[in-house]
């Protein structure tokens, strides 16, 4: 999802206002009517991606007021579109995946296949899921909508990688941190794939507030009922930070992060530690500038701070915070 144009626009300037730029915001609204000519800037724009026995179709949509115009603006980027009849038209024939677009409503549709343009929605922005009434740019993804054939096809095809990627590392590793790094790999592998399972749905969202002069970046997160992930999920409401007011109001930047960790994490974190350790002493026996004399100190202090993490990772919580004045 693409937000309507003139409010992109409308942000951006205020941003570069906010930011000590005036002269690049006041030349945004100068530029932006060369390229935009034919497009309705009072709609989204978006795509959305279902999945058949075909494979994924990507269906796209411009809110147009003249198609023809805005294919002419592009025609030395795009080349000559070719009138395919019904209103539909091709446009880069001489390239290896052609793209069809068809005006229907005040919207251009852009499919790969024509048949794709059977079943149109009369309304494309409720395919949105008023993600463009919330972010400027957002994407969604719906896991749970994927076909168990293909997120089986992408778990084998992620095994089949990592065993390649263990080989090719047992060659330069000792047989203890070999046996290590292969118990944090399969945990790592193991909540990727419990991710594919267990999750609904993922969104990523990018908004600009041009009115509060702020932006923000947004991932949410939600899993099916019952299982593993969910039950992680909700045992995240009851975290508290010590942290939540640091900076004050007047932080040029602030960061927050506060975590409850599963067993599984604490024993994956755990495993990163030790195979971080052991590297770190050796780097630091065979580093021949350190001095001798100086190893069991710098030892001394670097295993300070990988004890406190170790302790921190032990006790199950992770709370952070920063802020920039």
Known sequence: SINKLDEIMGDLGLLT?????????RVIPRSEGI???????TKPVGAYVTIGQAGPQVVAFIPVKNLKQLLGVYREQLGTPKDMGNGVFEIGADRPQPV????????AYLVQDPKNFAGLPADPTKMLQGLDQKYDIAVQLNVANIPAELRDLFSSQMKMGYDQAMQAQARKLPPDQREVADQLG???LKGVEEFVEQAEQLTIGFAIDGKS???SLEVSLTAKPDPDLAKQMASMYDVKSFFGGLGGKDSAAKANM???LASSDI??????????RDGAMKGIDEDSGVPA???DGLKNALGSILDVLQATVTAGKFDAGGAVN
């Open 17 to 25: 206002e906010v930011a000590g730029q005036q002269d690049a915001g």
């Open 100 to 107: 069809y677009v068809k005006e229907q409503g005040g919207w």
């Open 213 to 215: 002069k702020n932006t």
């Open 186 to 188: 399969k945990a790592m």
């Open 35 to 41: 390229y935009p000519s034919g497009i309705d800037r």
């Open 267 to 276: 024993a994956q974190l755990s495993g990163l530690l030790k195979v971080a």
């Open 258 to 260: 506060t975590m409850e």
């Open 293 to 295: 004399g100086k190893r």
